[in-house]
């Protein structure tokens, strides 16, 4: 797949894809995080809450990465996606089911027909330290076991020692190899550590042909930040208007309350817009997130908050 | 405007503060009537509702006020600076406490957001005290001597933009100090002021250690005039300061004046593009650009000048104009019916002088002084807009070309209080701070305060500092 028009030639060498990336405008690290507090403190109320809160829910990846995971538990999960809240049907569906490529097969017999998608996380994930062939075997895997979409990692190692073509060519031939099936690219950005590799990393994904830019595996122990979530909607939004190709943004890991989820919408709207307030642009990967919207949904219809036993444990 | 995410209003509740319907002169700790029994109204901004009747002091009750604080200032002085300590801490406990009810009064008073009042305003009042608190008993280690003296009876005038913090800022170091004080707050904000003055009494303060005069500019005059005042204290206009200034020329009296200012925010182009823009909004949007250090002239690097305005005007977009009293509105009410007319009367002048005007799409509320953010492009030195104090949400936009050019533009002014740089390449902050002629220099940021940080002017800003260690000087007699 051909890189993005304007930015052929940045592809070119390694050279002339690290000029351009490191020719980016530079991240302020104390006026980013303010302005993603200040965001942060936005009030969302009655109508504009009960907005949030199912737009909340159809945006979540509900997700199970676990090594102990069995087909019933993927199966439970999809029954959860399927009928999220028993005691209210209104309750929209979430996005996707997030699982490994071993379990894609599964999910995809339990959400046959509901529109809730299957995505896979593959490339050897959470390290993505394995050869390119094993990699774009995974993928290849999760692909024919019915993932409509790829949750890959980028190769952290490589990004960190300046290999920028190396990372780009990778996520090339992964594109290619999922077909029809949307592609995430996970920067990990705990590991990459600056907010600066965190633009970069995002550039360097768009041009590659990502469909969305992913935070995080909430494998490590800094996953999805207002901040970096900030920055990341900011890069979707240049991306866009410069290129005319609109990117998708997931935080993932780490995103568990209401109020948290509802920080991350007042972010999407108020940065890159509302063309982003929707599932097809914006994830959340989370599992026990749902949960905490269901109970806040439940508040608003009744007037009461319930508990936890008026959610399932799935 | 059409979001698909529209927020629903979200307001602060007025039932956190009492306001009284009328309020007296605060002298010798007691609220009294002026001696001539005149009163005048004060309005909120953003609905023009009349919020109370306070007294309106004359030269008759500024003599009365400044004998009260001269009877209290031996007792005052004589105390110990941790007993002095105990007192401004307390203050500064009793304002944390309260600090929403004093947020809802100063955003009723003022027309500025609950969200600066709140998150801004409050915490740097309490911030002062605190800090001041802190120098009562260690004055012998600032750098002034052994045992510095306080001046006497300080005189204060302070302006409507930061009604509250503007008092702290005037009243905390001079109570650290050992002097005693007379304030006047400004006309259209006065009513901080006297909650402050019960706060004052809640806290124990002596009588006539702070004494609170609300009126006009006649008793402002008064005040400066007043033989017994040993040290004015003015935050305003550069044309009072002036008037002040020759006011008490030839008299022993001290004085601190910050006035004007148009400050210079210098954005190069290796700028943090999306910071930038953050900061160039926190610059002359912040308190509707009713702040005198604001960065009201933008001067952007030629090649990045269209990439930032449209960054600029896409972020302007998203401001939210209206009550002020809602969590989520950014930009409040003008203060006044003047100080409206006044702004739109200086863009008017952009205009015919042949600058560009744009202005943010946000609808206007039909009661209220209000006045949508606007910038201007492709003005230069040369015009008006360039060069005037508008003191209001009005950004005027410049392009430079070289790190020389920059700093010429900036420096032609006949205001020195604030600037502002943007670039990520550490030695230029550094090589074009020390040419400006301003007295605060941020550096990828922009109108942030602190309590040890002291603030100041060049030229027609002002003279003397206020914050910090350099704060105490102003008052003590060294």
């Known amino acids: ?314 | 405007m059409a979001f698909a995410f529209d927020y629903a209003p979200a307001p602060e509740s007025r039932s956190v503060v009492d306001i009284a319907p009328s309020y007296g002169l605060f002298i010798d700790g007691e609220f009294t009537e002026a001696a001539d029994g005149k009163v005048f109204k004060t309005l909120s901004p953003s609905t023009e509702e009349v919020l109370s009747e306070v007294a309106q002091a004359g030269a008759e009750d500024v003599d009365r006020a400044v004998r009260a604080a001269r009877k209290a200032f031996g007792k005052w002085s004589a105390l110990p600076g941790t007993e002095r300590a105990k007192y401004l801490f307390r203050i500064a406990r009793i304002i944390q406490e309260r600090s929403r009810e004093l947020a809802v009064l100063e955003t009723l008073d003022n027309g500025k957001p609950i969200r600066e009042t709140r998150d801004a305003d409050l915490p740097l009042v309490a911030a002062h005290f605190f800090y001041y608190a802190g120098w009562a008993d260690k004055l012998g280690h600032a750098g002034y001597g052994p045992d510095p003296r306080p001046l006497g009876v300080a005189g204060q005038i302070i302006p409507w933009n930061f009604p509250l913090l503007m008092l702290a800022w005037k009243i905390a170091p001079a109570l650290a100090t050992g002097n005693t004080v007379v304030l006047k707050p400004a006309e259209t904000t006065p009513l901080s002021a006297l909650f402050f003055a019960d706060i004052c009494r809640q806290a124990g303060l002596p009588k006539g250690v702070v004494n609170i005069l609300t009126g006009y500019g006649d008793a402002g005059s008064a005040l400066v005039a007043h033989p017994d005042v040993n040290k004015v204290a003015f935050t305003g206009s550069t044309a009072v300061g002036k008037d002040i200034a020759r006011r008490i020329a030839g008299t022993d009296k001290r004085a601190t004046l910050e006035l004007g200012g148009k400050g210079a925010n210098i954005v190069f182009d290796d700028a943090p593009v999306d910071q930038a823009v953050e900061g160039i909004v926190t610059g002359i949007f912040f308190n509707q650009g009713q702040v005198c250090c604001a960065g009201s002239r933008l001067l952007v690097q030629e090649s990045v000048h269209d990439e930032v305005l449209d960054a600029l005007k896409r972020r302007l977009t998203t401001l939210r104009l209206g009550d002020p009293l809602d969590k989520n509105t950014d930009i409040g009410a003008i203060n006044s019916a003047q100080q409206l007319a006044r702004i739109t009367a200086l863009a008017e002048t952009g205009e015919a002088e042949g600058a560009e005007r744009w202005t943010a799409p946000c609808e206007l509320p039909s009661s209220g002084y209000w006045f949508a953010p606007t910038l201007f492009t492709g003005v230069s030195q040369a015009h008006t807009i360039a060069r005037d104090e508008i003191f209001g949400p009005v950004l005027s936009v410049l392009t430079f070309r070289t790190p020389d050019e920059a700093v010429a533009k900036a420096n032609n002014s006949q205001y020195g209080l604030s600037a502002g740089i943007w670039t990520e390449k550490g030695s230029r902050i550094l090589a074009v701070a020390g040419k400006l002629r301003a007295g605060v220099v941020w550096a990828n940021t922009f109108n942030k305060f602190d309590p040890t940080s002291p603030f100041g002017g060049y030229k027609e800003s002002g003279h003397g500092r206020e914050g910090g260690r350099h704060g105490l000087e102003a008052y003590l007699d060294v």
């Not at chain 1, 907005?51 to 829910?57: F, K, N, P, Q």
């Not at chain 1, 999809?78 to 569906?93: E, H, I």
């Not at chain 1, 990692?153 to 300046?162: C, Q």
């Open chain 1, 1 to 314: 797949m051909p890189t993005i028009a304007p930015f052929a030639d940045v592809t070119a060498s390694d050279r002339a894809l690290r000029r351009f990336l490191h020719g980016l405008p530079g991240v302020d690290a104390v006026g980013l995080e303010a302005r993603a507090a200040s965001l942060g403190t936005r009030s969302i109320k009655t109508t504009a809450k009960a907005y949030a809160i199912d737009l909340a829910v159809s945006m979540i990846d509900l997700t199970t990465l676990e090594g102990a995971d069995t087909p019933g538990k993927v199966r439970a999960l999809a029954a959860k996606a399927v009928n999220p809240d028993p005691l209210d049907r209104t309750t929209p569906r979430p996005a996707a089911v997030c699982v490994y490529p071993d379990m894609a097969a599964t999910a995809a017999a339990a959400l046959a027909g509901s529109g809730v998608k299957v995505a896979s996380v593959a490339t050897a994930f959470p390290a993505g330290r394995a050869a390119l062939g094993v990699k774009l075997a995974d993928v290849r895997d999760a692909v024919a076991a019915g993932a409509d979409e790829i949750d890959m990692v980028i190769d952290r190692g490589a990004f960190l020692s300046g290999r920028y073509l190396q990372v780009y060519e990778e996520i090339l031939a992964v594109k290619a190899e999922c077909g029809d099936a949307r592609l995430k690219v996970i920067f990990e950005t705990g590991e990459l550590s600056t907010y600066d590799n965190i633009r970069r990393a995002s550039w360097l994904g768009m041009l590659a042909g990502a469909d969305f830019i992913k935070t995080s595996t909430g494998k490590v122990a800094v996953n999805a930040t207002p901040a970096n979530t900030l920055l990341m909607l900011q890069a979707v939004r240049d991306f866009r208007e410069q290129t005319g190709v609109q990117v998708g943004v997931k935080p993932a890991g780490g995103i568990r309350t209401t109020k948290d989820a509802v920080k991350f919408l007042v972010l999407v709207n108020e940065t890159a817009g509302e063309d982003w307030l929707d599932s097809h642009w914006f994830r959340f990967g989370a599992s026990s997130l749902l949960n905490d919207l269901l109970m806040q949904r439940q508040k608003l219809s009744s007037g009461r908050y319930s508990g936890p036993d008026y959610v399932t444990v799935d």
